[in-house]
């Protein structure tokens, strides 16, 4: 049994080091959103300009989480997993010790690197502690997109407030360090390898296809249906047409469409992607509810620090309800503990869309939102794990993150759309209220298409 020989500190510290190192990674997907409205000021450039250090860390997640795993299961899941932290420092360094808007951009993507540690972790986990272990490890690092994700919403305003922008830099760059010391002393390598030549070709066409396509799903609202949009989607979708054929044939291939895309897993992936699209809205819509001044009416009108502290309960239930998550897991499996997680997203939207504009109603919802979130969350890697063989645990968690990452793409770009299609009449960088309303249920229906989703999903005792 992996881990067996493992003592239970050994093993609890571990758990510990990769849970953190997800936290790390997801805290960087967020991190700038609060304070994007101060960037044109701090470093003279334009409002549209200033998205892009969110854009391109999304980015760069999208497409090198999948690359990372796959070389993770050829090269070593332990060194992918120093050297996405690595690259993590490497980028908060840069980023805090400039005010050049091209640096600082380039910084940002190297730290995109870092979501890549949710799916070698996850991995490294399978290989290194006990089964029982190993679901609570899991749910843990599952839950922490959730928490980081929050956690940057949270402290990036106060961070900046009191010490000025490169402070946020600076916290990515010391906590990976620290991360990187705890992998090297106390975190060995798995010994569980997929041979293979790394397929380059079929990297670039994901690289190309994939980019395109979330450029213009990121900057459509600005853009508009211009030749240059339509343009970059076709040759987008050309770059991922050629890249389908061409990762069947290959030996190696970056991501292993016959494992990742058959049945369960592509409905798994499918599911993950609609429960993700539930969570970002949470935390794009949450702050819009908080900021919004009352005239939109709806608008709680709060400051920016304390318009964060709104998503903490939300954010705390991926943590506080991991272990719960992992008993659920393993008393009823993960399919049902998804469907339970995804059925209470859906109820929570609809609880909020029908309460809102009162800061107790506003606490109540997200943070309901939170609590199935820390299920669903939970239960995704699981389904993976069941559904393929230990060679391809981080290859295929890689993928679901992937879903993950361009859910939170979609989910971005549609809020960018909607605030050009139905703004605030006070003030165009807010909601109406019809708007708002147009979001709490669409991420109601995502959520309760994840649920049926998952009550679709297999049994645990005919998966494959």
Same mark, same amino acid.
């Given at each position: 049994?992996?881990?067996?020989?493992?003592?239970?500190?050994?093993?609890?510290?571990?758990?510990?080091?990769?849970?953190?190192?997800?936290?790390?990674?997801?805290?960087?997907?967020?991190?700038?959103?609060?304070?994007?409205?101060?960037?044109?000021?701090?470093?003279?450039?334009?409002?549209?300009?200033?998205?892009?250090?969110?854009?391109?860390?999304?980015?760069?997640?999208?497409?090198?989480?999948?690359?990372?795993?796959?070389?993770?299961?050829?090269?070593?899941?332990?060194?992918?997993?120093?050297?996405?932290?690595?690259?993590?420092?490497?980028?908060?360094?840069?980023?805090?010790? $400039?005010?050049?808007?091209?640096?600082?951009?380039?910084?940002?993507?190297?730290?995109?690197?870092?979501?890549?540690?949710?799916?070698? #972790?996850?991995?490294?986990?399978?290989?290194?502690?006990?089964?029982?272990?190993?679901?609570?490890?899991?749910?843990?690092?599952?839950?922490?997109?959730?928490?980081?994700?929050?956690?940057?919403?949270?402290?990036?305003?106060?961070?900046?407030?009191?010490?000025?922008?490169?402070?946020?830099?600076?916290?990515?760059?010391? $906590?990976? #360090?620290?991360?990187?010391?705890?992998?090297?002393?106390?975190?060995?390598?798995?010994?569980?390898?997929?041979?293979?030549?790394?397929?380059?070709?079929? $990297?670039?066409?994901?690289?190309?296809?994939?980019?395109?396509?979330?450029?213009?799903?990121?900057?459509?609202?600005?853009?508009?249906?211009?030749?240059?949009?339509?343009?970059?989607?076709?040759?987008?979708?050309?770059?991922?047409?050629?890249?389908?054929?061409?990762?069947?044939?290959?030996?190696?291939?970056?991501?292993?469409?016959?494992?990742?895309?058959?049945?369960?897993?592509?409905?798994?992936?499918?599911?993950?992607?609609?429960?993700?699209?539930?969570?970002?809205?949470?935390?794009?819509?949450?702050?819009?509810?908080?900021?919004?001044?009352?005239?939109?009416?709806?608008?709680?009108?709060?400051?920016?620090?304390?318009?964060?502290?709104?998503?903490?309960?939300?954010?705390?239930?991926?943590?506080?309800?991991?272990?719960?998550?992992?008993?659920?897991?393993?008393?009823?499996?993960?399919?049902?503990?998804?469907?339970?997680?995804?059925?209470?997203?859906?109820?929570?939207?609809?609880?909020?869309?029908?309460?809102?504009?009162?800061? $107790?109603?506003?606490?109540? #919802?997200?943070?309901?939102?939170?609590?199935?979130?820390?299920?669903?969350?939970?239960?995704?890697?699981?389904?993976?794990?069941?559904?393929?063989?230990?060679?391809?645990?981080?290859?295929?968690?890689?993928?679901?993150?992937?879903?993950?990452?361009?859910?939170?793409?979609?989910?971005?770009?549609?809020?960018?759309?909607?605030?050009?299609?139905?703004?605030?009449?006070?003030?165009?960088?807010?909601?109406?209220?019809?708007?708002?309303?147009?979001?709490?249920?669409?991420?109601?229906?995502?959520?309760?298409?994840?649920?049926?989703?998952?009550?679709?999903?297999?049994?645990?005792?005919?998966?494959?």
């Amino acid at each position: 049994m992996p881990g067996a020989e493992r003592s239970d500190a050994r093993q609890r510290l571990i758990v510990a080091v990769l849970a953190f190192c997800g936290l790390v990674g997801s805290v960087q997907f967020t991190l700038m959103v609060p304070v994007l409205p101060q960037i044109p000021l701090l470093l003279g450039t334009t409002a549209g300009d200033a998205t892009w250090l969110v854009t391109v860390t999304l980015l760069v997640a999208t497409i090198g989480t999948p690359v990372m795993a796959r070389l993770a299961d050829m090269h070593g899941r332990r060194r992918l997993l120093i050297i996405a932290m690595v690259l993590l420092v490497v980028g908060s360094v840069l980023a805090a010790v $400039t005010d050049s808007f091209t640096l600082i951009l380039i910084g940002r993507g190297l730290q995109g690197f870092a979501s890549s540690a949710l799916p070698i #972790g996850i991995g490294l986990l399978s290989g290194l502690v006990d089964t029982a272990r190993t679901r609570l490890g899991v749910a843990l690092m599952s839950g922490t997109l959730a928490l980081g994700s929050g956690f940057g919403l949270t402290v990036a305003g106060p961070l900046v407030t009191l010490w000025g922008l490169p402070s946020i830099f600076w916290i990515s760059a010391v $906590t990976g #360090g620290a991360l990187i010391v705890l992998l090297v002393l106390f975190v060995d390598e798995a010994a569980v390898r997929d041979p293979g030549r790394f397929d380059i070709v079929g $990297t670039l066409l994901l690289a190309v296809g994939l980019s395109l396509i979330l450029l213009v799903l990121s900057r459509i609202a600005s853009w508009g249906l211009t030749l240059l949009s339509v343009g970059a989607v076709l040759t987008g979708i050309l770059a991922l047409g050629l890249w389908w054929p061409w990762e069947r044939r290959h030996p190696s291939p970056v991501i292993d469409v016959s494992v990742s895309l058959r049945s369960p897993v592509a409905q798994i992936n499918i599911a993950s992607f609609f429960a993700t699209l539930g969570m970002y809205a949470n935390h794009l819509v949450t702050m819009q509810e908080a900021l919004a001044p009352h005239s939109t009416g709806y608008g709680l009108d709060l400051p920016l620090a304390a318009a964060g502290l709104i998503l903490v309960p939300s954010s705390l239930a991926g943590l506080v309800l991991s272990p719960p998550a992992a008993r659920l897991i393993s008393r009823h499996g993960p399919r049902r503990t998804l469907m339970l997680g995804t059925a209470i997203m859906a109820a929570a939207y609809a609880y909020r869309s029908l309460q809102h504009a009162d800061l $107790t109603q506003l606490l109540i #919802g997200t943070t309901l939102v939170g609590i199935g979130t820390a299920f669903a969350f939970a239960a995704m890697p699981s389904l993976i794990i069941d559904a393929v063989g230990p060679r391809h645990v981080s290859a295929a968690n890689g993928v679901n993150s992937l879903a993950r990452s361009l859910s939170g793409a979609v989910a971005s770009a549609a809020f960018a759309l909607a605030l050009v299609l139905l703004p605030a009449a006070s003030d165009a960088i807010y909601l109406s209220e019809t708007g708002l309303l147009a979001c709490l249920i669409t991420a109601g229906v995502s959520a309760a298409v994840a649920a049926l989703l998952a009550l679709r999903l297999p049994s645990p005792e005919r998966m494959p």
